[in-house]
């Protein structure tokens, strides 16, 4: 579950209760006191910023958790449900016990829920948190939406069967910190592998659909794109600085470029949200470093190896100066609320194209997180570049904005092109 609040509202809410992030689940839940009940309430507004559920929860022209999001899956088309507090189409009847089942056990009274809904990470969710959330959702504004029906087929759509999948593929983590780690990192520890959830994309999954915790946030293909690996290894072999991440993680925006698809969703609904406190702690736990001095200021050190990003002999030159420098610049430095700089961007740095072929297939569509902060829509060119007048771009994008050194041909696009077909 995947426009700033009140972050200096909640701020010292969180900070109080951050020591509780080890408490483990308690098999038999306890409700919330009616004491300070809007204390609660606010904080478990933040935790459910968090935990991303209005982007899951909430289409662009729906109510506020009135649910509707589709989701593809292998096995046919989920909709995300109504988790506002109305007590015909949402949560608003459910027990705390009730809400702890269907949050942390995926088991509503319903039913099985399908794992798309990511209990196995909210399993570590702990009791005070557990607490604030239902706090707030049954105080949410109720939302008369009613659910869809899902559109999958026979034999998946016998929910029953969900519990032969939570048998197997559901192993109950529980959140443990590390002890030789620091509060800071182990908050991020927990928030990573509870309500961030970010091991649902980023996680490569086997055969049945679970996450394999031994490639954990290794990367994986989610929804056309590759949710990238985010290993503290791999964002260090990449040039991620604390100051980078830190600032994608609060803005969806760095020098390593931006958010897109379903990373701005989770961007704009969650991590925006966030204040500096967790943003820090996820940093910390994602490259495995301390937090640095503040006064310590960034350093962007990494510079292309080409002899020069104008070099008109590369085959893709024509091509960048014709679809791609009147956004992003003539030297890819980007155009700030317009297009984001493509020297030193991430996705371009990264040795695996799938991103690069995709974005280029498909384009983006418009993000807008404010008025002072907004990208303009790029187009797809699948229809106007063949395999190897893409191929020739990427090689021109990485020789002279990244590190990259190596020529990309029109069967890697092609075979990615298939891939983005066929997913």
Not at 183 to 188: E, F, S, V, Y
Not at 194 to 213: I, K, S, V, Y
Not at 379 to 406: E, G, V
């Amino acid at each position: 579950m995947k426009p700033s609040v009140k972050i200096s509202a909640v701020c010292g809410l969180l900070l109080s209760t951050s020591a509780a992030y080890a408490q483990a689940p308690s098999p038999s839940a306890q409700a919330p006191s009616p004491e300070n009940m809007a204390q609660l309430i606010a904080q478990g507004k933040y935790l459910a910023a968090a935990g991303d559920c209005s982007g899951c929860h909430t289409i662009e022209s729906g109510q506020v958790y009135g649910g509707g999001r589709a989701f593809d899956t292998p096995f046919g088309t989920l909709y995300s449900t109504n988790i506002s507090s109305d007590k015909q189409h949402g949560i608003g009847k459910y027990s705390y016990q009730q809400f702890v089942d269907a949050v942390r056990n995926g088991v509503a009274p319903k039913g099985n829920l399908y794992p798309a809904m990511p209990y196995a990470s909210y399993h570590r969710i702990n009791d005070h948190d557990m607490q604030a959330l239902y706090a707030y959702f049954m105080h949410t504004k109720p939302a008369t939406q009613p659910n869809r029906e899902n559109g999958i087929g026979f034999p998946f759509n016998i929910r029953m069967g969900l519990k032969v999948w939570n048998l197997v593929a559901f192993d109950k983590a529980t959140f443990t910190p590390s002890a030789d780690k620091s509060p800071l990192w182990n908050r991020g520890k927990y928030l990573v592998q509870g309500l961030g959830h970010c091991g649902e994309c980023h996680t490569p999954r086997n055969f049945m659909m679970a996450t394999e915790q031994d490639h954990a946030l290794e990367g994986a293909v989610v929804n056309y794109l590759n949710a990238p690996n985010i290993t503290a290894k791999h964002l260090t072999q990449t040039h991620w600085t604390f100051h980078d991440l830190a600032q994608f993680l609060k803005t969806g925006q760095s020098s390593k470029g931006t958010a897109f698809d379903d990373m701005y969703i989770a961007e704009k609904h969650s991590l925006t949200h966030l204040n500096d406190h967790d943003v820090a702690a996820i940093t910390s736990y994602l490259l495995d470093q301390s937090q640095p001095s503040q006064h310590v200021e960034p350093q962007s050190t990494l510079t292309s190896l080409a002899a020069s990003q104008f070099d008109t002999t590369l085959p893709g030159y024509g091509t960048y100066m014709n679809k791609c420098s009147g956004c992003h610049g003539q030297s890819g430095q980007g155009i700030p609320n317009v297009a984001p700089a493509l020297k030193d961007n991430a996705t371009i740095e990264n040795s695996n194209i799938f991103n690069t072929v995709a974005v280029l297939n498909n384009g983006i569509k418009r993000q807008s997180y404010s008025q002072e902060q907004s990208y303009y829509a790029m187009p797809a060119y699948k229809d106007s570049l063949d395999n190897q007048q893409m191929a020739d771009l990427i090689t021109y994008l990485q020789k002279s904005f990244s590190t990259q050194m190596t020529t990309t041909t029109a069967k890697q696009v092609a075979d990615i092109k298939k891939q983005l077909a066929n997913d």
